[in-house]
């Protein structure tokens, strides 16, 4: 190196050090007029090197790197610092205005497009976009039902009425589908996110109808989402679902003079049906459930976003199955968040469950997830099966509050602790976590469920509710309140429009750590329905 080299890294160093000496300094008037709390100084290594608070193993670098661990670690209520009131604040719900995307479906009667329907407005939803779907189908049972009740004239919807040949009959669904469409434009003006369109829009004409109705709109995506099938056993499947579930199509005929109308009209719609082959449009084409996807001309966050989670559908048989970790000691303290080992109540129930699983699950194969905490690997150790490790299914991060009780906060924090009480999805620990968060951080496990087969989470309180609201599709005002008891096994079973449950509570006693909604609140119903919906919910306004 050279002299002025030399003598420039000399100069920057004593300006480095000059510069940390300061900063060590304030740092020091800081701490002697109380704005921050002491810190042990360690000794420099060389007399010409300030005190090394932030180097490697300095305290303040140490004080942060515990920090980040503080919710893994018992203690009793500590007395916060003047410079920290409160236990935390309420969380806004993101702002999402500017989204609008119209998703516009494509696909024969019984391929599955009001199922992939379904399933994306529940994920939309649970993660807090304003998202509905306009179902043409029930729009037209719900005209028809109301001529009947006014008018007393009953409609023929046999599959006569669904030929192209039926000049009459294609014009009143042509209606339909765009009076549909055109309550989805007012919808998403009105503040809505995403419209989903489900409808056949089997041929290039209405698609090109829809395209060149959104092209008057400002700001509105266009994606379709063609649902294609092939397969006879889930063309059958989806057949017997729809004549079995009490279509009000069908609802004066025996099933199988059901079956063979329905089949007729598919017939009926086979003849001009037109696949997407337009290279222009934006576009989604899913074959059998997610056996194969193509994809063309999807830009934009939320469009990709949606795109991928459809990649990762399928309607395999399954079974999802929730545990809670066995009873921990700080459980039986009514200690919330921390790290702590299974009670001698939660090592008996974690000797238990392998005989409750396997008996459910037989031989079929099962992968057992488990958080990064202790009393989540402590339950699943005794399982004979498979068993993968997730930190995004940790606990809800407490902050501050870690390893208080309930009682020790609403002391140390009271109008904080009213204040959570009041809006529990939307509070954050201050350090810490609001459901919503949890909401977003459990994204990719959703993602990952909706790809396997059969799983058992062996997870947390706040983890569980999070997860069992989403297969439930429960809003998020309920979620923080929902029941996941200590020692029990929640059995869920995907259907196409919801879930079957089933709850397993082995006989080995734990403490209750269910808080319900305060002040008599009405509190949340875990009850789910399989059952499709026939009819639009709402009164349907005329439009303008």
Known sequence: MSDAGALHSDSASRGIAEDLARASDALENMQASGELAPVVTVAPASPNVPPALFGAGGPMLKRFDE???????GSNAPSPPPSVKGIGKKVAKPDYSEQKIVVAMVGLP???????????MIYLRWLEYDVKVFNVGQLRRTKARQKAQKLGVKENHTAEFFSHSNAQATQSRDKLAEESLEMLIQWLKEGGNVGIHDATNSTKDRRAKIEARLAKEKGMTLIFLESFCDDPATIAANVELKVSQGDPDYKDM???????DFLRRISEYEKVYETITEPHLSYLRIKNVGEEVTMSRINGYLSSRIAFYLMNLHIRPRNIFFSRHGESQYNVEGKIGGDSLLSSRGMQYAKALPALI????????????????????????????????WKSLDELDAGVCDGMTYEEIEQAYPDDYANRDEDKFNYRYRGGESYRDVVVRLE??????????????IGHQAILRCLYAYFHHLPQTDLPYIKIPLHTVIKLTPKAYGCDEERYTLPINAVDTHRPKPKAAKQPSTHSTTQRQYFVEEEIKPLA
Do not use: C, F, H
């Open 358 to 389: 396997t008996d459910n699950i037989g031989e079929k194969p099962l992968t057992v997830w488990t958080s990064t905490l202790k009393r989540t690997i402590q339950t699943a150790q005794y399982l004979p099966y498979t068993k993968l490790t």
């Open 254 to 260: 025996s099933p199988d003079e059901a079956r063979k």
């Open 110 to 120: 019984a391929r599955g497009k009001s199922y992939l329907s379904n399933k994306l």
């Open 444 to 457: 990719p496990v959703i993602m990952e469920l909706e790809r396997q087969e059969n799983i058992l989470i």
């Open 67 to 73: 920090s980040t661990v503080a919710s893994r670690k």
